[in-house]
Every structure is written in structure tokens, then in C-alpha cells.
């Protein structure tokens, strides 16, 4: 996974998706605990350079110059 959960919320139908909204609703802090890690993660990991480093390196067959966490799932 890109994400852990506490990054991101996942919901596997739209009934999980309702209660998941209904908590958080209910437990606003929660919600911008898991918010703030998100953009953290996000911010720190997929900027648009460190991407465009990694398909580079892909496409001309050189090794990587991180240790990128996608490149499993990828």
C-alpha cells in the first residue's frame, strides 16, 4: 500500500463508506489527525521531481538514487 491507515481512510463499499463518514463526523479530530499525515506524506514523497527523477531512472535502466516506497507496487 502507498498509504498506511493513518494517512489515509479506506472504505471497501458504500456502507463502510457511510459509517466511516458517520464516525469521523463524530470524531472531527480523528479526521484531521489522519488528514494531516496524508498531506505530509504526499507532499514529501510525490513532488513532481522526485516522480519525474524515478520515471527517468526507470526508463533509461539506471539504478535508483532512492528508496522509493512505490517501486513495489508499481
Do not use: C, N
Request: hydrophobic fraction near 40%; proline fraction near 3%; charge should be negative.
Amino acid at each position: 500500500m502507498l498509504f498506511s491507515d493513518r494517512e489515509i481512510v479506506y472504505f471497501t463499499d458504500l456502507d463502510d463508506l457511510v459509517s466511516r463518514l458517520v464516525f469521523y463526523h463524530a470524531h472531527p479530530e480523528e479526521g484531521r489527525q489522519i488528514a494531516s499525515a496524508g498531506w505530509k506524506k504526499v507532499h514529501s514523497s510525490y513532488s513532481a521531481v522526485r516522480v519525474t527523477r524515478y520515471m527517468l531512472e526507470i526508463l533509461f535502466a539506471q539504478p535508483l538514487s532512492s528508496d522509493y516506497e512505490w517501486k513495489k507496487t508499481l
